[in-house]
């Protein structure tokens, strides 16, 4: 994923790390492997997710790839600090595993489809990868099911540069609604899809602070530079639609956002 759209900074490290844990009990509650189970992470990245699913599972055993060397730097640094030794690392593409190199009882994939450009041929490959009767959970979000109060025309333009921008990386920020069919096209009979719906309001600060203004306006604001540059949208709109965004985490105001979980089987 070399063309990544939020980028690899500090800040996106963080954002991912935020993101994983105000999320914690709203996507992973069902979120769990047995012991001795052999579980593939694919696409871990800094490894926001790798220590919730170590930590939920801990006597399953993770090997959690990723094509970034500095992403997977800082996971084994937070696997280490969080003293979690049923994790194994391995810098490679999700196409480079092979059946030959062992099969697992599950596979794990989150925040990673919406960035490829062939979700499909990737769907398809991994479930080669599963014993018969493993698992294969995909998490996404879908930046359409956006909106908040007040109502903003400028927040949705803001919102709508970040969606424009991952399709230009040959991505798909709407991809969640989609999970369905696109484990049918790989070849997926069992399937299971479950909405995940985030609703933040004043009495919620916690969502508020963790997933209104550090995981979703953070990630619109990264790609002002971008969205500028492709003409997407003027910078007096860009400045507006942010300021509207924050004006929805104040204390009359809402936030609504929805990610999908889908789990499949290999038959």
């Not at 979120?31 to 990245?45: D, I, M, N, W």
């Not at 500095?70 to 003293?83: K, N, P, R, Y």
């Amino acid at each position: 994923m070399q063309d990544y759209v939020h980028g690899y900074d500090a800040r996106e490290s963080d954002r991912l790390t935020d993101q994983a844990n105000t999320l914690t009990d709203l996507l992973h509650h069902d979120t769990s492997y047995p012991a001795q189970a052999r579980v593939l992470e694919a696409g871990c990245g800094v490894g926001a997710q790798t220590v919730i699913l170590a930590r939920r599972s801990p006597e399953a055993q993770f090997i959690s790839i990723d094509i970034s060397a500095d992403s997977l730097a800082q996971a084994q640094t937070l696997i280490e600090a969080e003293g979690l030794a049923n994790v194994t690392f391995q810098q490679k593409s999700l196409f480079e595993l092979q059946p030959d190199e062992g099969l697992f009882d599950h596979i794990f994939v989150c925040f990673v489809l919406e960035h490829l450009p062939e979700p499909v041929a990737a769907l398809r490959h991994l479930g080669t990868l599963l014993k018969p009767g493993g698992s294969l959970t995909a998490i996404e979000g879908d930046h359409g099911s956006f909106y908040c109060y007040p109502e903003s025309a400028e927040a949705k333009r803001a919102v709508r540069c970040l969606v424009e921008a991952q399709a230009r990386a040959k991505g798909n920020a709407l991809i969640g609604r989609q999970l369905y069919p696109l484990f049918r096209a790989a070849g997926f009979d069992d399937v299971a899809v479950s909405p995940r719906a985030v609703y933040a309001d004043a009495s919620r600060p916690e969502w508020v602070e963790g997933f209104s203004k550090r995981t979703f306006i953070a990630m619109v604001e990264g790609v002002r530079d971008q969205a500028l540059l492709l003409g997407l949208i003027d910078e007096a709109t860009w400045n507006q639609g942010i300021a509207d965004l924050y004006r929805a985490t104040e204390a009359d105001g809402t936030f609504c956002y929805s990610f999908f979980k889908a789990v499949a089987h290999r038959l």
